[in-house]
């Protein structure tokens, strides 16, 4: 009766959205080569379902030392600005693939500091995503996966402003 009591302690310690399923996925957001290279990430929601819209719940990113660097929950999501007027990737719908990249969180320039010392590059550089989702219908028709970007990086001392030049290296994994 008492490993009970504890199991239910030990569940209630660890909360989870109602019938949300989750992914996670390694992830990284960080200046290399002397400032000269940009390393980003996105994280890809594809919903093969042609019937249901599927919700991203909320994302958490944890940094290389284990301390959350963005939560987010639905409909406080960044909005992805690489199309006109964005898109808020909260509700995919059937038949969508949305994503975000770490560029929409941060921009082009390293994690913030958080004010304990540690520099957004040693923050950055081996992170983990944490998606929360749920979807009616199949789940294994929605799917998570992430790309990683090395991008050319370049810095105008005088207005303080990072951008984005050419692509150096990519790579895709499915998040599990």
């Not at 109602?18 to 890809?44: F, N």
């Not at 919903?47 to 301390?67: K, L, M, Q, S």
């Not at 304990?116 to 996966?145: C, H, Q, W």
Request: proline residues 6%; aromatic residues 10%; charged residues 20%.
């Amino acid at each position: 009766m008492q490993k009970t009591g504890m199991l239910a302690l030990a569940f209630l310690a660890f909360p989870t959205w109602a019938g949300a399923d989750t992914a996670r996925c390694g992830i990284s957001h960080h200046v290399r080569v002397g400032g000269t290279e940009m390393r980003a990430s996105a994280i890809s929601f594809r919903n093969g379902d042609p019937v249901n819209a599927a919700t991203i719940e909320r994302i958490t990113i944890y940094d290389f030392h284990g301390r959350v660097v963005h939560d987010s929950v639905a409909n406080a999501h960044p909005i992805n600005t690489d199309l006109p007027g964005g898109v808020n990737i909260t509700v995919v719908p059937p038949h969508a693939n949305y994503y975000l990249r770490t560029n929409h969180f941060w921009g082009n320039n390293p994690i913030p500091d958080l004010g304990d010392g540690i520099d957004g590059n040693s923050r950055g550089f081996s992170m983990t995503a944490v998606v929360e989702y749920s979807k009616p219908g199949n789940p294994k028709l929605f799917e998570v996966s992430r790309s990683v970007r090395a991008r050319d990086r370049f810095f105008d001392p005088n207005t303080g402003q990072a951008s984005e030049g050419a692509e150096r290296a990519y790579d895709l994994h499915s998040c599990s």
